[in-house]
């Protein structure tokens, strides 16, 4: 199994306050996501990371934030969380982008289970 | 933009029995294909992966899965279905266009009975 760690695990949080999660790879990928997954919706890349402080946005960024100082911490902040925020966020790394060549694909973390109430 | 279509929400079969999964993708050009399994409570593990070259594609845990250009499919198979099968299925495209991003389809949750 790829080295990624997320944290926290679970949390319930409050409507209106800031979240932060962490993910953590031991594997020195330059590729770093955050998706979210939804009921019906599969899972959405929310921002992504090709280096450090290189980062750029997914589909459904609107509302979140990332940074990335290490190459192996990724943070994804709410500022002010929202109940529509609340979801399974994933983390994944990737050694370089899809590349039929290389064939390096994505690998993903264990995943973060946020409510906001 | 490429996109994936599982049509199944849901799909439950016997222990022993054959499955098959099915995954429709849109993309203009050849894609790369993927599918996950996801465990309750757990992250996606890659099942198998197809970039280019033979269609038919084999994976962990016994699975196999083929691509049909003609038709934009990737459907997952397995001969003989174990209890321990039991999860959600997850199809994923990837394109050169979006080199940095898999795009899923919403899944097909599996339920096997003894």
């Known amino acids: 199994d790829a080295g990624i760690t997320q944290s926290p695990r679970h949390k319930v949080t409050e409507t209106g306050t800031p979240v932060t999660l962490r993910c953590h790879q031991t594997e020195n990928h330059r590729y770093m996501y955050w998706y979210r997954q939804d009921p019906g919706h599969g899972l959405r890349l929310i921002h992504y990371?090709?280096?450090?402080?290189?980062?750029d946005k997914g589909e459904v960024s609107d509302g979140y934030s990332v940074s990335r100082s290490k190459t192996e911490d990724f943070l994804l902040t709410l500022e002010s969380a929202t109940s529509s925020q609340t979801s399974v966020y994933f983390c994944a790394i990737s050694e370089s982008p899809l590349d039929g060549r290389t064939g390096n694909t994505i690998y993903f973390g264990e995943g973060s289970w946020l409510t906001v109430v | 933009a490429q996109s994936v279509t599982q049509p199944d929400i849901h799909i439950t079969v016997s222990e022993g029995a054959s499955l098959e999964l099915r995954c429709n993708y849109s993309?203009?050009?050849?894609?790369?294909l993927f599918w996950y399994v996801q465990s309750p409570g757990q992250g996606l593990q890659l099942l198998l992966k197809?970039?280019?070259?033979?269609?038919l594609v084999q994976g962990i845990k016994g699975f196999e899965a083929e691509f049909k250009r003609s038709q934009s499919s990737f459907n997952l198979r397995k001969p003989s279905v174990h209890w321990s099968d039991a999860a959600e299925y997850f199809c994923a495209v990837g394109a050169v266009s979006s080199a940095r991003q898999l795009t899923f389809g919403s899944g097909t949750q599996l339920t096997v009975l003894p």
């Open positions: 197809y970039f280019s070259g033979d269609t």
């Open positions: 993309y203009g050009a050849t894609p790369y």
């Open positions: 990371s090709y280096g450090v402080k290189d980062t």
